[in-house]
């Protein structure tokens, strides 16, 4: 993995396979600062995220926040956790074809990422602005469900972490929560968070999470099961919902 600065940059996973992205001392590049911050796009308990360019590619930095109650040698060491974690579940997706950013640099110490830039907007944004045309919900289903294939649950599936590119396509973003998974619950918990944001946030775009379910079934469907995880067997999409809908029923009963 390449460290901040102008280290060389080594092989990372981009669409088109693996490849060498950079090589600062071996060309003009060498002169051009490898970060250059710009804007702040978000400050949360968890992170600040700052957008930018690496190496004149445009990028992010999520830098995780110390937690200040934590004692600091327990804090670095989870924040370290937790970053290798996110990392090798992203490389590992990215290769496999997810739709998620590719990783260009990690800085451990700094608790920073730097990872490509997706152009789009947030599915909230979308939602609140446009509504839901034609096929929007029906792709973020399909987005979701080509994670869960690889055995990954989000952890975080709100709103905020789906952007909408500017083709219509969908990105899932923040994968800081994220965890392989073998088991029924965690999938269902995954589509419960989205549900329960959809009838919070969004009430007035009608079978908002029907479409998203129609399209997380709809790739099964097109591809046949899902193939085998480093970890085990990934549940069907069928087996998933019906869990989301026990945790529906559990959720509406102890509820009142």
Not at 232 to 254: F, M, N, Q
Request: proline share 5%.
């Amino acid at each position: 993995m390449a460290h901040m600065g102008n280290d060389k940059v080594k092989v990372t996973p981009t669409p088109m396979g693996w490849r060498l992205l950079f090589e600062p001392w071996s060309s003009a590049i060498q002169d051009m600062e490898a970060w250059i911050a710009g804007e702040r796009l978000h400050l949360g308990a968890e992170a600040e995220v700052i957008a930018g360019t690496w190496h004149g590619r445009p990028a992010i930095q999520k830098t995780r926040r110390p937690r200040t109650w934590r004692h600091p040698d327990l804090d670095r060491t989870l924040t370290r956790r937790r970053m290798t974690n996110e990392v090798k579940l992203m490389i590992w997706l990215h290769a496999k074809g997810a739709s998620i950013p590719p990783i260009w640099d990690v800085d451990f110490e700094e608790g920073c990422i730097i990872m490509a830039r997706v152009e789009g907007r947030q599915l909230i944004d979308v939602l609140q602005e446009d509504g839901a045309s034609d096929g929007l919900l029906h792709g973020v289903g399909i987005a979701i469900r080509s994670l869960h294939r690889n055995g990954v649950t989000h952890g975080d599936l709100s709103t905020n972490n789906i952007l909408i590119t500017p083709s219509g396509e969908s990105r899932l973003i923040d994968l800081g929560l994220a965890n392989m998974e073998y088991e029924l619950e965690g999938y269902g918990i995954d589509l419960h968070v989205l549900h329960e944001i959809l009838g919070a946030s969004h009430p007035d775009v009608k079978n908002a999470m029907k479409m998203v379910l129609d399209g997380y079934l709809s790739l099964d469907e097109k591809l046949g099961p899902a193939p085998k995880a480093p970890g085990g067997e990934v549940p069907s999409a069928k087996d998933i919902l019906k869990r989301l809908e026990e945790i529906k029923t559990r959720v509406r009963y102890h509820g009142g």
